[in-house]
């Protein structure tokens, strides 16, 4: 049974590659996490589940068409019933999942049971088997109103950060030596130290105070594209929109575990990222990008 419900999430990815448009090597090696009748896509940051419902009738028999559109219907609910269960085990932060959130605030589960049970169905992914059962696929971004409503509440609204006036300071900017650039991201390689994905991690450095993470991120910007983009290619990571034409990249010496998402780095690449107060605008936008293993 687990060996047919792997080959049934290889086929689903291959679809999913394909759809979006040629399948590449970078693609297989995204970072998805499966679990019993889900997939957590953190490259795309997606959540996806399955429902299946079958037929009383045997599928040789014509079916009408209101029997497959129940047949149909049954399935979608299931789908969206084990997206809501995919859901609340992903990971926020080392200390929370989000059962932890709903266990504390039942409107927030009332609110995500909303969310998953209006989530749209993944069409291409449809599928009728041989013995008239029909398989369905559902889907939920993790970023917009997911992320508002299980962002930890100590990352919030920051105002805007204001613009260095003209004059000396402007002149000084534009004469600023290589070792106090001004950096547009950052892209951390956490390769080879056996690190997870979450919704809020956090980049410390070597004396575990914090470089990025709820403290820097702006609510606003949390919501609308994640705390942090994930990618198993360092190579794509450094030419990414995301953290635009000049990112600073890090080695991730470790993870702080057991939570194994808190990413230290050396306190000399900190300092790089303290020695200027422009480098807060990035970090406050969240224009931060982490390499991992493929999972």
Same mark, same amino acid.
């Given at each position: ?28 090696? !995204? ?12 490259? #795309? ?10 037929? =009383? ?5 014509? #079916? ?12 979608? =609910? #299931? ?10 085990? &992903? ?9 932890? &959130? ?9 609110? %995500?049971?909303?969310? =998953? ?31 508002? %409503? ?10 805007? &950060? ?9 002149? !000084? ?30 980049? %410390? ?32 990571? #450094? ?13 991730? %010496? ?42």
């Amino acid at each position: 049974m687990k060996g047919q419900l792997y080959l049934t999430y290889l086929i689903i990815f291959s679809l999913l590659s394909i759809n979006a448009g040629a399948v590449r090597a970078s693609d297989i090696r !995204s970072l998805i996490e499966f679990k019993e009748n889900g997939t957590i896509d953190w490259t #795309k940051g997606i959540v996806a589940a399955r429902g299946l419902e079958d037929q =009383t009738s045997y599928s040789y028999l014509k #079916k009408s068409q209101g029997q497959n559109r129940q047949t149909i219907a049954a399935a979608m =609910t #299931k789908a969206r019933h084990n997206l809501l269960e995919t859901i609340v085990g &992903i990971r926020i932060n080392a200390e929370n999942r989000v059962i932890d &959130i709903v266990e504390n605030y039942p409107t927030v589960m009332s609110q %995500l049971k909303a969310m =998953t049970y209006q989530a749209p169905e993944i069409n291409d992914l449809r599928r009728h088997l041989y013995d008239g059962t029909v398989e369905v696929w559902s889907q939920l971004k993790l970023n917009g109103g997911f992320t508002q %409503l299980i962002l930890p509440p100590e990352i919030r609204q920051i105002e805007s &950060i204001k613009q260095l006036m003209p004059g000396k300071n402007t002149a !000084s900017i534009r004469t600023r030596s290589r070792s106090s650039e001004i950096y547009t991201g950052m892209v951390v390689d956490a390769r080879g130290i056996q690190a997870i994905p979450v919704i809020a991690p956090r980049i %410390l450095d070597e004396n575990l105070e914090e470089v990025f993470g709820p403290t820097y991120a702006s609510r606003e910007f949390a919501v609308q594209n994640g705390v942090a983009r994930y990618t198993t290619n360092i190579w794509k990571a #450094k030419f990414d929109n995301r953290v635009g034409d000049n990112p600073i990249v890090v080695k991730a %010496l470790k993870t702080k575990w057991p939570g194994r998402c808190d990413f230290i780095i050396s306190n000399a690449d900190a300092d790089k990222l303290r020695s200027a107060s422009e480098h807060l605008l990035f970090r406050r936008e969240c224009r931060v990008i982490i390499v991992l293993d493929p999972m």
